[in-house]
T-cell receptor
């Protein structure tokens, strides 16, 4: 069974640009969550989608947005990039709608903002 | 919001010895406590979890204990092996007004080094 697939794995952008990251969950999983990982702040929750609806959003500015498609694939977008947005962006999928079950993480998309 | 503290940030143990990582949390309503292992270049992977109605859970060499009164939980790894070298994260969820929909709150991680 294929795991969570994230694309692209690595990308470099400059300040002010925007970026779109993609996540394909494990087949049958309808919940997709996104996390930002940095050395200083660790893993921080961005948002979660279930059946194309955003269930909750973490404490990030409106420049961070996402969506989920009918096939459960998800994208997240960051507009007007800042240097501090450099991070590993992790997508996780799960069977359940709640946050009390196993999350299956992808290998992440590493974003560098210059 | 929820606050999770994890200690130590780095732990070096001899192969075969035991390792213990501790986490404390702030929201007494939290009810789900997973531990994730992250190897270099990979995403975190769940290794064990515990819910608030259980005080201890064991899976082969790995165990987790939970003290809800003191709001802390610990990961215990016995008979450590080289492949246990990784970064370990504790996490908490289920508390707050979101009714569990607020995502996991992670600790800052522990870099476990197994010395041969």
């Amino acid at each position: 069974k294929a795991g969570v697939t994230q694309t692209p794995r690595y990308l470099i952008k400059t300040r002010g640009q925007q970026v779109t990251l993609s996540c394909s969950p494990i087949s049958g999983h309808r919940s997709v969550s996104w996390y930002q990982q940095t050395p200083g702040q660790g893993l921080q929750f961005l948002f979660e989608y279930f059946s194309e609806t955003q269930r909750n959003k973490g404490n990030f500015p409106g420049r961070f947005s996402g969506r989920q498609f009918s096939n459960s694939r998800s994208e997240m977008n960051v507009s007007t990039l800042e240097l501090g947005d450099s991070a590993l962006y992790l997508c996780a999928s799960s069977l359940a709608q709640t946050n009390t079950g196993e999350l299956f993480f992808g290998e992440g998309s590493r974003l560098t903002v210059l | 919001g929820e606050n999770v503290e994890q200690h130590p940030s780095t732990l070096s143990v001899q192969e075969g010895d035991s390792a213990v990582i501790k986490c404390t949390y702030s929201d007494s309503a939290s009810n789900y406590f997973p531990w994730y292992k992250q190897e270099l270049g990979k995403g975190p992977q769940l290794i064990i979890d515990i819910r608030s109605n259980v005080g201890e859970k064991k899976d082969q060499r790995i165990a987790v204990t939970l003290n809800k009164t003191a709001k802390h939980f610990s990961l215990h790894i016995t008979e450590t092996q080289p492949e246990d070298s990784a970064v370990y994260f504790c996490a908490v969820s289920g508390g707050g007004s979101g009714g569990g929909a607020d995502g996991l709150t992670f600790g800052k991680g522990t870099h476990l080094i197994i010395q041969p």
